[in-house]
């Protein structure tokens, strides 16, 4: 195909467009739909990792016989929407499993719960962590690393913003009694749960897990990974040591992996999401009066306080002081307002500052 002549003129030596050939266009001539395929056909998928642009799914959950991990890509209709570990989608394409095949993820489905952190506090762009999680497991060693109190707080701060339940998993209790972590938490009435170095995870925690999505969280060192290997023995997570001297730990886990664990006794099972170990959790997204609402008696207390309330200590005509003082909030009430605003602190003080 060529060009024919275009300046071409009629026998009266004006310009005609009748010996004109245009260049065909390239691309299709079926006009761009908005309208994408409902995909009615697709099978839902649970995400257990993501690695390099591939995702492994679990399909036909709840079909023990049936269950079978499927590599996935994700479709281009998705745009940039972020696809994590624990998000339900739905799948098209080769779901057999077989190897070399690939499908590809055309949905993510609604998301009942995201575990969000920021780079730093001073960044208000979050990143997803996790999606569709029930519990926010934050593990903590008594020593070897020394606790970080404010880096608990910060957790805890995640899981109330995220709608998440907390739990405390205290390790290394053989070698620093826990009673100090379990005071820090006891206001909020977070369930704590104890684990010493060669002894098997509590009956106690295994029920805890049970029908939940659990996701563990914890600094570097603090023996996450090793927990999670007693809790799923064929998980084989990395695990490393700590420098007894800076007391700080090495990242074993790189990435985030959802793992089946069984109840006591083998009755009944859940989930639990290993993360990478961090030394800092970013909370730049998070409102403080999210974290206020997910108490309730407190939050109706805070909804009168006056426009620009700080609600710490200092916070001139708090309506938490009115409301400890007149009875209206009880002993168990007091001490929750006075751990609430221990992590309101904890959020406006600089990450650098965790100890």
Known sequence: MGWRRADAYDEYGKWSEDDVRVRASRRGSRPRTKQRPAHEDAVEGFVLAVDRGRYTCLVDEGRRKREREVIAARARELGRKSIVVGDRVALVGDVSGDAGSLARIVRIEPRTTLLRRSADDSDEVERVIVANADQLCIVVASAQPEPRPRLIDRYLVAAYDAGIAPLLVITKTDLEPADALRELVAPLQVPV?????????????????????????????????TLVNALVPHAERATGHVNVVTGRGRHTSSSSLALRVEGPDGEGDGWIIDTPGVRSFGLGHVDPDSVLRAFAGIAEVVAECPRGCTHLADAPDCELDAAIADGRLDELGAARVASLRRLLVSMAGPESAEG
């Open 193 to 225: 749960f104890e684990s010493a170095l060669g002894e098997e995870p509590s009956e106690a925690l295994r029920a805890a897990l049970v029908d939940r999505v659990s996701v563990m969280v914890g600094h570097s060192g603090v023996g996450k990974s």
